[in-house]
């Protein structure tokens, strides 16, 4: 009886990733480096998580702490295993294999620094090998330009033989333009005894994992090499233009699943999606958005231009034009920008409004209420059908702690009021312009709370003659004088009578 579905799952995963990265010129450890909201060691652990493994070893070396930090944070289960001194990647592979224990079947071990791979390319690896009985296959691309890669050699009867890296290879081998993905699925017994018998007889002085291909072909077991479906997904990561040309790939391909599903992209050149967001069928993506992290939009929200946001949740129809926002939640048909700022634990109820040039912090703001300009709201509740007029400011700091501040339904906020928290405002109230408001104000009263004017009459003929705020004032109140003259005639001049 023939197979109908391959086994596509494997017993553990090793990623390679104690390698300096030297070419990065960087301080990060390479496989640390971030590209569409994970970093390149997270894509690979991502792709390899359906395979199902029981135990997942990452092997660190370089920057082994942050790497190891970093593990924790993103991916618990992968265990961190030290190669103490890189001797190449061979000598990783041993030292992982060691580490695991005993595994009973098969192991697939991955270079850290191929961020594209995918899920279904590692499924399709392991399928392969498991349908061909292998003891060790290869994942091989066919590239335009092969520079820098192990070479598979095959046979004339097209069995791969070896992998030639390419400091090592002679120019016929150095023209095969397939070359070793980095991707190895194998017997873990198998290869860790081949391991053993890896020298570092080569050109860069290396126990090179690729040898242990040879090794077994020599021993006359079953090798094979699967040739990638998408040659795109091999693509390794050595230097800043790589990975941005891997960032550009990766966001491609996220962007086109959105327009696959019909989210409206209007420019992919300038529109920045992370694997990690989420947007649903019929949400407009206006030039110069990203969305990032755990950033989820709903159908028919619209986001841009020039937007970030980071974390957040953008409801249904909800609009945001021109802001920056982290950590906050966007209701259903609430409105941001232009020009806003909304920072973690901002909260906006259906409906909701927050204009042009407002920053906000950990604040609700409930159903259908508005803060339209030029304010500072944070830590504060604001309920339903509200307002908060411009250059409103919830003082909510005192120089040592944070205080809340409490708006209720339907309250009318003046322009330029300080709400010095902590201060309650009831059910409408209303506080009068320019007020500083330092005690509660209960349900329904106005609230004034700053100086009486004071008109200090012909100060600035007596104080500032000459200037042209004197000259202006005298016109002012010349022409005065002329109405009041003229009005006292035309009371008793009939209409028209002075034409
Ligand atoms: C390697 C392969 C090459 C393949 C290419 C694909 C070898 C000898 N060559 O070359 O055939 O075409 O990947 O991208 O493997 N590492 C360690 N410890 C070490 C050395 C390396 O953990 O002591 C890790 C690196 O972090 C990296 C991986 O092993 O993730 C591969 O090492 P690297 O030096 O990048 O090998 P390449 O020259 O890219
Ligand atoms: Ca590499």
Known sequence: MTQQNPTTTVDAVVVLAAGQGTRMRSRTPKVLHQLGGRSMLGHVLAAAEPLGAGQTVVVVGSGRESVAEHLAQVAPHARPVVQEEQRGSGHAAAVALDALGPVAGAVLIVNGDAPLLRGQTLAALVGAHTDAG??????????????????????????????????????????????NAGVYVGDAAAVREALTRVGSGNQQGEQYLTDVLGLLVADGARVGGHRAEDAEDTLGCNDQRELAARRRTMNDRVLDDLMRAGVVVVDPRTTWVDVTAEVTGEAVLHPGTQLLGATAVAAGAVVGPDSTLLDCEVGEGASVVRSHCQLAVIGAAATVGPFSYLRPGTRLARGAKVGAFVETKNVEVGEDSKVPHLSYVGDATIGRGSNVGAATVFVNYDGVAKHHTTVGDHVRIGSDTMLVAPVTVGDGAYTAAGSVITKDVPPGSMAVARATQRNVGGWVGRRRPGTPAAEAAAAAERAAAARDAGGEQSSVTAPGADQ
């Not at 335009?144 to 081998?173: M, N, W, Y």
């Open 134 to 179: 292998n003891v060790l296959t290869v994942l091989t691309a066919e590239v335009d330009d092969p520079t820098g890669l192990g070479r598979i050699v095959r046979d004339d009867a097209g069995a791969v033989r070896a992998i030639v890296e390419e400091k090592d290879a002679d120019p016929a081998q150095r023209a095969v333009r397939e070359v």
